[in-house]
């Protein structure tokens, strides 16, 4: 393999064992109301012909509000659903001034409803080009979204047995088959332009770092490092991408430098 590595320096040192269980906990009471309201929200959803199947927006807000309120008690937040149904519009219009824990709550009720939606298109099995293939006459298409929920996924998974590259959405928990080499925004296949940088601390996982489009994605190498739950190792390995982006800002002054 020809693609340049490098090494990330990771400085972040958060509270990851007290999230792990603020994140276990909700977790859990989300599988919880799939195991209890699966089928009854299943039956109301309406899918479209084409990608993207149900776009976060299009989802029932009557479902994402029991969701977030099941969370909200989970968590002893007290709160009306009347106002949950508002701070959902006032999102939907762009007005974000949600504290941070209420919208931890929301994007986990958002991705538990989202996540009937990816069920039934698994079920349904569509077939693989339609998971927004670039072609000749779109050969920008963005292979990073979700085909379900309409989402950018920035984590690609190399899946056992044979690492075959899939795209993860943390979102819907859907999985696509993407390009095997390259970078999954821009299409690049310069491999020289492609830089995979890492740290110890997170063994089977790569940022890669694309110089044509500036963009990053990560990877996780599934033959490494099997995981359960990808929302949690996304979060977990944020301290990557902050290190990514740091690197770029460096790279971007170096070369503004040498220029
Ligand atoms: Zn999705
Ligand atoms: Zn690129």
Redesign the pocket.
């Known amino acids: 393999m020809s693609a340049k590595r490098g090494k990330l320096a990771i400085t972040e040192d958060v509270s990851v064992k007290e999230a792990y269980q603020k994140h276990q906990m909700l977790k859990q009471e989300v599988d919880n109301w799939h195991q209890e309201r699966c089928s009854h929200w299943q039956a109301t959803l309406v899918l479209a012909k084409k990608p993207p199947y149900l776009p976060i927006m299009d989802l029932p807000e009557d479902a994402i509000v029991e969701l977030w309120q099941r969370l909200n008690s989970a968590a002893k937040v007290e709160i009306t659903d009347s106002t949950l149904f508002e701070m959902w519009e006032q999102l939907k219009q762009g007005k974000n001034d949600m504290d941070p824990s209420m919208a931890t709550r929301l994007q986990m009720a958002v991705s538990g409803v989202a996540k009937l939606a990816s069920q039934i298109v698994y079920e349904k099995g569509v077939p693989e080009q339609k998971y927004n293939p670039r072609t000749s006459d779109n050969p920008m298409k963005n292979t990073t979204e979700c085909p379900v929920c309409g989402e950018v996924s920035t984590l690609a998974v190399l899946a056992k047995p044979e690492g075959k590259r899939m795209m993860h959405c943390v979102t819907c928990g859907f999985e696509w088959p993407v390009q095997r080499t390259g970078?999954l925004?821009?299409g690049?296949e310069d491999s020289k332009r492609l830089i995979y940088l890492d740290n110890e601390a997170f063994p089977g996982i790569q940022i890669a770092v694309?110089e044509?489009?500036g963009?990053y994605f990560k990877e996780i190498d599934e033959r490494k490092l099997p995981v359960k739950d990808y929302v949690w190792e996304d979060l977990r390995t944020l301290p990557l991408n902050y290190a990514a982006e740091l690197w770029l800002e460096e790279q971007i002054k170096r070369n503004n430098q040498i220029n």
């Open positions: 970078c925004f821009c690049s694309c044509v489009c963009q």
